[in-house]
Protein backbone atom coordinates (compact mmCIF):
# COMPACT_ATOMS: atom_id res chain seq x y z
CA UNK A 1 0.00 0.00 0.00
CA UNK A 2 1.35 3.38 -0.83
CA UNK A 3 0.32 7.08 0.29
CA UNK A 4 1.93 9.33 -1.76
CA UNK A 5 5.08 7.85 -2.51
CA UNK A 6 4.71 6.51 1.23
CA UNK A 7 5.04 2.89 2.18
CA UNK A 8 2.42 1.66 5.11
CA UNK A 9 5.25 1.17 7.18
CA UNK A 10 7.42 4.31 6.63
CA UNK A 11 3.36 6.42 6.83
CA UNK A 12 3.40 5.18 10.59
CA UNK A 13 6.89 5.76 11.17
CA UNK A 14 5.93 9.20 10.29
CA UNK A 15 2.50 9.36 11.99
CA UNK A 16 4.15 8.71 15.46
CA UNK A 17 6.82 11.32 14.65
CA UNK A 18 4.46 14.06 13.83
CA UNK A 19 2.02 13.04 16.74
CA UNK A 20 4.53 14.05 18.98
CA UNK A 21 4.57 17.79 17.87
CA UNK A 22 1.45 19.66 18.35
CA UNK A 23 2.72 22.06 15.49
CA UNK A 24 2.36 19.29 13.17
CA UNK A 25 -1.83 18.26 14.21
CA UNK A 26 -3.44 19.05 11.06
CA UNK A 27 -1.28 17.18 8.80
CA UNK A 28 -0.86 13.98 11.51
CA UNK A 29 -5.12 14.17 11.60
CA UNK A 30 -5.12 14.16 7.48
CA UNK A 31 -2.88 11.36 7.55
CA UNK A 32 -4.13 8.85 9.77
CA UNK A 33 -7.83 9.68 8.15
CA UNK A 34 -6.13 8.82 5.01
CA UNK A 35 -4.23 5.89 6.03
CA UNK A 36 -7.75 4.43 8.43
CA UNK A 37 -9.75 4.76 4.96
CA UNK A 38 -7.64 2.69 2.53
CA UNK A 39 -9.77 0.31 1.03
CA UNK A 40 -7.33 -2.62 0.60
CA UNK A 41 -5.70 -1.88 3.84
CA UNK A 42 -6.05 -4.37 6.95
CA UNK A 43 -6.31 -2.97 10.06
CA UNK A 44 -4.18 -5.07 12.79
CA UNK A 45 -3.21 -3.99 16.18
CA UNK A 46 -0.39 -1.71 15.36
CA UNK A 47 -2.64 0.52 12.56
CA UNK A 48 -5.55 1.04 15.38
CA UNK A 49 -3.19 1.75 18.07
CA UNK A 50 -1.05 4.34 16.42
CA UNK A 51 -4.29 5.55 15.16
CA UNK A 52 -6.11 5.79 18.70
CA UNK A 53 -2.32 7.56 20.06
CA UNK A 54 -2.99 10.32 17.46
CA UNK A 55 -6.61 10.45 18.38
CA UNK A 56 -5.84 10.34 22.56
CA UNK A 57 -2.90 12.92 21.94
CA UNK A 58 -4.92 15.57 19.84
CA UNK A 59 -7.96 15.50 22.22
CA UNK A 60 -10.32 13.81 19.66
CA UNK A 61 -12.70 12.29 22.18
CA UNK A 62 -15.40 10.95 19.15
CA UNK A 63 -12.37 9.98 17.26
CA UNK A 64 -11.47 7.57 19.29
CA UNK A 65 -14.75 5.93 20.23
CA UNK A 66 -15.61 5.96 16.04
CA UNK A 67 -12.27 3.92 16.07
CA UNK A 68 -13.20 1.80 19.09
CA UNK A 69 -16.71 0.82 18.07
CA UNK A 70 -15.59 -0.23 14.35
CA UNK A 71 -12.45 -2.42 15.90
CA UNK A 72 -13.70 -3.25 19.22
CA UNK A 73 -12.28 -6.75 18.65
CA UNK A 74 -9.27 -5.81 17.51
CA UNK A 75 -8.86 -3.13 20.06
CA UNK A 76 -9.60 -5.59 22.93
CA UNK A 77 -6.61 -7.46 22.48
CA UNK A 78 -4.26 -4.58 22.33
CA UNK A 79 -2.99 -3.05 25.35
CA UNK A 80 -0.99 -0.13 23.78
CA UNK A 81 -4.86 0.65 22.00
CA UNK A 82 -6.76 0.50 25.37
CA UNK A 83 -4.05 2.23 27.06
CA UNK A 84 -4.34 5.08 24.42
CA UNK A 85 -8.40 4.67 24.13
CA UNK A 86 -8.71 5.02 27.72
CA UNK A 87 -5.87 7.77 28.33
CA UNK A 88 -7.37 10.02 26.11
CA UNK A 89 -10.96 9.44 27.12
CA UNK A 90 -9.85 10.29 30.86
CA UNK A 91 -8.61 13.73 29.92
CA UNK A 92 -11.54 14.69 27.47
CA UNK A 93 -14.42 16.76 29.43
CA UNK A 94 -16.96 14.35 28.37
CA UNK A 95 -18.68 12.61 30.87
CA UNK A 96 -20.12 9.96 28.70
CA UNK A 97 -16.97 9.09 27.93
CA UNK A 98 -15.70 8.70 31.33
CA UNK A 99 -18.10 6.32 32.00
CA UNK A 100 -17.78 4.64 29.20
CA UNK A 101 -14.34 3.99 29.90
CA UNK A 102 -15.00 2.56 33.16
CA UNK A 103 -17.08 0.32 31.88
CA UNK A 104 -14.35 -0.85 29.13
CA UNK A 105 -11.69 -0.56 32.02
CA UNK A 106 -13.89 -2.93 34.88
CA UNK A 107 -14.33 -5.57 31.99
CA UNK A 108 -10.41 -5.68 31.34
CA UNK A 109 -10.08 -5.24 35.30
CA UNK A 110 -12.32 -8.57 36.00
CA UNK A 111 -11.10 -10.60 32.81
CA UNK A 112 -7.88 -10.66 34.37
CA UNK A 113 -6.03 -14.02 35.77
CA UNK A 114 -9.14 -15.33 34.12
CA UNK A 115 -9.39 -17.58 30.77
CA UNK A 116 -10.96 -14.82 29.27
CA UNK A 117 -8.56 -12.24 29.85
CA UNK A 118 -7.29 -11.15 26.25
CA UNK A 119 -4.66 -8.90 27.35
CA UNK A 120 -1.29 -8.56 29.69
CA UNK A 121 -1.64 -5.92 32.42
CA UNK A 122 1.37 -3.92 31.72
CA UNK A 123 2.27 -1.00 33.57
CA UNK A 124 0.96 1.42 30.99
CA UNK A 125 -2.43 -0.18 30.86
CA UNK A 126 -2.93 -0.45 34.48
CA UNK A 127 -2.09 3.83 35.00
CA UNK A 128 -4.54 3.94 31.99
CA UNK A 129 -7.36 2.22 33.97
CA UNK A 130 -6.54 4.02 37.53
CA UNK A 131 -6.58 7.37 35.09
CA UNK A 132 -10.23 6.72 33.86
CA UNK A 133 -11.39 5.44 37.58
CA UNK A 134 -9.98 8.23 38.99
CA UNK A 135 -12.18 10.82 36.12
CA UNK A 136 -15.48 8.65 36.65
CA UNK A 137 -14.42 9.01 40.43
CA UNK A 138 -14.91 5.48 40.98
CA UNK A 139 -12.27 4.63 43.47
CA UNK A 140 -13.98 1.47 44.77
CA UNK A 141 -12.80 0.11 41.54
CA UNK A 142 -9.04 1.20 41.21
CA UNK A 143 -8.73 -0.26 45.09
CA UNK A 144 -10.28 -3.58 43.35
CA UNK A 145 -7.84 -3.85 40.68
CA UNK A 146 -4.61 -3.19 42.92
CA UNK A 147 -5.94 -6.01 45.09
CA UNK A 148 -6.00 -8.45 42.52
CA UNK A 149 -2.33 -6.74 40.79
CA UNK A 150 -0.59 -6.58 44.60
CA UNK A 151 2.93 -7.83 43.41
CA UNK A 152 2.41 -8.38 40.51
CA UNK A 153 2.37 -5.51 38.14
CA UNK A 154 5.06 -2.76 39.55
CA UNK A 155 3.72 0.39 40.14
CA UNK A 156 5.69 3.31 38.65
CA UNK A 157 5.90 6.99 39.58
CA UNK A 158 2.69 7.84 37.32
CA UNK A 159 0.91 4.95 39.11
CA UNK A 160 2.22 6.90 42.82
CA UNK A 161 0.76 10.19 41.48
CA UNK A 162 -2.43 8.65 39.90
CA UNK A 163 -2.89 7.41 43.90
CA UNK A 164 -2.39 10.55 45.24
CA UNK A 165 -5.34 12.21 43.04
CA UNK A 166 -7.54 9.49 44.41
CA UNK A 167 -6.64 10.71 48.19
CA UNK A 168 -9.21 13.72 47.78
CA UNK A 169 -12.02 11.46 47.01
CA UNK A 170 -12.95 10.44 50.25
CA UNK A 171 -10.83 7.65 50.19
CA UNK A 172 -9.12 6.89 54.26
CA UNK A 173 -11.60 3.66 54.23
CA UNK A 174 -10.00 2.81 51.10
CA UNK A 175 -6.76 1.84 52.14
CA UNK A 176 -5.29 3.06 49.34
CA UNK A 177 -2.75 5.11 51.33
CA UNK A 178 -1.78 1.61 52.72
CA UNK A 179 -1.00 -0.04 49.07
CA UNK A 180 0.79 3.08 47.82
CA UNK A 181 2.92 2.83 50.98
CA UNK A 182 3.61 -0.98 50.31
CA UNK A 183 4.11 -0.15 46.57
CA UNK A 184 6.59 2.47 47.44
CA UNK A 185 8.86 1.06 49.73
CA UNK A 186 8.96 -2.24 47.21
CA UNK A 187 10.11 -0.37 44.45
CA UNK A 188 12.53 1.29 46.66
CA UNK A 189 14.48 -1.93 48.06
CA UNK A 190 13.98 -3.37 44.23
CA UNK A 191 15.91 -0.31 43.18
CA UNK A 192 18.69 -0.70 46.27
CA UNK A 193 19.13 -4.10 45.46
CA UNK A 194 19.59 -3.51 41.68
CA UNK A 195 22.10 -0.56 42.51
CA UNK A 196 24.26 -2.99 44.87
CA UNK A 197 24.33 -4.99 41.83
CA UNK A 198 26.12 -2.74 39.53
Not at 1 to 15: C, D, E, F, K, P
Request: include cysteine.
Amino acid sequence: VHLGGLSLQNMLTVINGLARKKRYSPVTLRLVERMMGLKDIEINKYLLSVCLNVYAKEDKPERLDYYYEKYEDIAMTSEYALSCLLRGWSKCQMEDYHYKGSRIAVQISEQHGTSSQRVTMTPSLCNAILLIFRTAGQPEHAKELLKKLEGEVSLNEETSQILRDFTGMRMEHLELEETLAREEARRRSKAASEQSYM
